[in-house]
């Protein structure tokens, strides 16, 4: 049984041969049911915890296809669920007995280098999304993990190394085309449905299926920098290389992204081997740009306690933009919580480098947790401008479990709660994109009362009967 749009039970549909025979004839595309090649191919998605099987998976070709399919499911009761990198916590884009638009094979970047303009197709990835730029020394924001959908990402923000300096990636969208939830193709820019174009900077999956976007490039060459220092975390040195790292944020250059990590240690062999399956804390930054420029902070931010390791690493943004691939992989079972803080006090660092822990069992067995700094051009957008909220948030906190034995899962899911509501105090809000199992609190939580009331008004007229709610929905206003 299913629940559609009201909470209600649903009957799971049956779909009869000759619906389907229709589809494939109104669609470019495979269309794979349960017992076709590719159709576990199809439904499988980051997290490994999810493990849903749709009625109908779409592998759509064309925005004329995701019309089709979302016209299709409306005529059949099927919940649509929206697939492109699948890297939701939730895994909602795996509709249990529903419809599954699988955007994948709609991976075209395509570059206009005298314009400083992509336009990206809507089941691309961000990884093919840098490889199209690089070459001409082009980029905009993008996320930290190749693999990850340029759709989803967008849709709620878009954190990256370049937002500091050149705004969220919703904040470079210049136009969107979008199939509505009455299967129609509409256009949305700063003067095309407007509204829409809003609401889809930052509103997530709910307003409809984005096939297509026009992207404002930038610049920025093709070298990074990466530098961490590590402390023991049991170490005082700890707290006050944590203390030390946040007083630098306010006055930190927008090429710099200040970053932090809290969690237990491999047999790493840049570290000292006392700290090997420890818990450890590193302090740090990424620079965009000539490496030799960026090694100029390196002092201020290792000034205040002497590391018992450091990683200093130029690289190229195309490494720097896949380093995290493997570690972010497929296959594993995951679980995160994350929370925007407004300032990082001495008693939200105490809690960072606690993890959460109660003092007993295995330290491997909690999350880890990274910080990230906010600003510069990410609060210069206004805060009504777009459905992004929290402009003037000083970083993001993400705790993430991962692993693979499902005997760890009880033990994996409460540790990751207990370390969410350690840091809760002193949290103002949540990136949408960082949502777990939070339900309508986290939506209220990731957008405000104010914005939430505004975008449930556009949702009723966009989306009335809350046909895309597979997300973190936002329902509509009545």
Known sequence: MRLNAKGELMADPVLAASAVSALRRDVTGDVLLPGDDGYHDARRVWNAMVDRRPAVVVRCADADTVAAAVRFARGHGLEIGVRCGGHSVSGMSVPDGGLMLDLTPMAAVRVDVDGRRARVQGGALLGALDRATQPYGLATTAGNVSHTGVGGLTLGGGMGWLA???????????????????????????????????????????????????????DIGTAALVVEFFYDAHDAAAGAALRAWRD???????????????????????????????????????????????????????AAATPAAERIRPMSYLELQTMEDDTEGF?????????????????????????????DGDSALLPAAGLQAYGGAIADVGAGDTAFSHRDVFVEFVAAAAWYDPAEDEIRIANGRRYGAAMEPFSIGAYVNALGDEGSQGVVRAYGVTKLASLRELKRRYDPANVFHLNHNIPPAG
Not at 167 to 188: I, K, Q
């Open 331 to 359: 296959q594993r079972r995951r679980y995160w919580k994350g929370h925007y803080l407004r300032e990082f006090s001495d008693a939200a660092i105490e809690a960072f480098i606690g993890r959460g822990a109660t003092g």
């Open 164 to 218: 500091r300096r050149y705004g969220l990636t919703c904040d470079n969208v210049l136009g969107f085309d979008v199939v509505t939830a009455d299967g129609e193709r509409v256009r949305a820019t700063q003067s095309e449905n407007a509204d829409l174009f809003g609401g889809l900077r930052g509103g997530g999956g709910n307003f409809g299926v984005v096939t297509d976007f026009e992207f404002r490039l930038h």
């Open 248 to 302: 630098l944020i306010p006055q930190a250059p927008r090429d710099t992204t200040l970053t932090a990590w809290v969690g237990t240690a491999g047999a790493w062999p840049f570290l000292p081997a006392a700290l090997h399956h420890r818990s450890v804390v590193n302090v740090g930054f990424v620079w965009i740009g000539d490496p030799d420029r960026g090694r100029d902070q390196l002092a201020a931010v290792a």
